[in-house]
């Protein structure tokens, strides 16, 4: 049966978060209440889309392209670091929001950054949803002179990425990441995912400078710690095909690793859906968006 693309209609606004040229996606009501959605690394707002399409109730859904991703400005910097990602998430709900308690929903890296913020600002949140936010592979003290060498050589060597002849290849190489997404919605999503330049290639909208190393390594007991301050409820959902863990080593410790890591969360409920890999929300939108619905009008 043939999908129905973008059902529900998005506009787009653009604003001024901490200097750069934030855009922000809007879907339903302004009046409804709100959904704050933030997606992943190397991925926009219109992600959401099917998603969104799914939910049954009236939504204000708020949905910015994260610095130097989709229709958002570059940052002046050669490099992209976690606190300002929770600056302009914290300038962001301070815009439309206000002091009001929010509902919050991360997926992957915007999963890890709600995440942190939800322990950072317990006030600001209601309910908070992580979609496959757990966080990165714990590093050790002797990794930093290592690290510190490669993103020395990374800064003279910086990363490009490649531009697509059509529109099609741009869909092809959705594909090739996913190998569920079907051809129309691989369309839809290469049309917001890549930008066509002067000289008529289609070129990828993220800034290649994500694509370097990071020269701090990963303090996992220090994202438990705000992990453990989070006083809203959680939802935390993953895909039982998800390939995100393979990150994690040896496959004995990947799941004890995590659970250890979900279990500093006060109040949390875990769902598992079948059939989905990491972009979940492409793999089961209607699923996904029936149990954060479930989760979001659940009495105080």
Not at 51 to 77: C, Y
Not at 78 to 97: E, G, K, R, T, V
Not at 111 to 125: C, E, F, H, M, T
Not at 135 to 152: D, H, I, S, V
Request: proline residues 6%.
């Amino acid at each position: 049966m043939r999908q129905t693309i973008a059902q529900k209609i998005s506009r787009s606004e653009f604003l001024d978060v901490r200097g750069l040229r934030y855009h922000v996606r809007h879907w339903g009501d302004p009046q409804a209440p709100k959904i704050f959605m933030m997606h992943g690394w190397m991925d926009m707002s219109a992600s959401f889309q099917f998603m969104v399409d799914a939910l049954q109730a009236e939504w204000h859904v708020i949905a910015p392209d994260w610095r130097g991703f989709g229709l958002t400005e570059r940052a002046p910097a050669q490099s992209y670091w976690f606190p300002d990602y929770l600056a302009d998430l914290d300038a962001i709900l301070d815009h439309y929001a206000g002091e009001e308690a929010i509902n919050l929903l991360g997926h992957s890296m915007g999963g890890n950054v709600v995440s942190l913020y939800a322990g950072v600002r317990p006030q600001r949140i209601k309910r908070l949803v992580n979609l496959e936010g757990i966080g990165l592979p714990t590093a050790k003290p002797e990794q930093a002179p290592g690290r510190f060498t490669q993103w020395l050589d990374e800064m003279k060597n910086r990363p490009v990425l490649r531009g697509y002849e059509t529109l099609e290849e741009v869909a092809a190489r959705l594909q090739k990441n996913n190998a569920r997404l079907s051809d129309e919605r691989a369309g839809f999503l290469a049309q917001h995912w890549a930008q066509q330049d002067e000289s008529g290639l289609w070129q990828i909208l993220g800034d290649p400078a994500h694509k370097q190393v990071s020269p701090i390594l990963y303090r996992v007991d220090e994202m438990m710690a705000c992990w453990s301050r989070i006083t809203a409820p959680v939802l935390w959902i993953e895909a039982i095909d998800s390939d995100i863990w393979r990150f994690f080593g040896p496959a004995s410790l990947k799941r004890e690793e995590i659970d250890r890591r979900i279990a500093c969360i006060p109040k949390t409920q875990v769902e598992m859906i079948a059939d989905a890999g990491h972009m979940l929300h492409h793999d089961q939108p209607e699923r996904l968006a029936q149990l954060i619905e479930a989760f979001l009008q659940q009495p105080a």
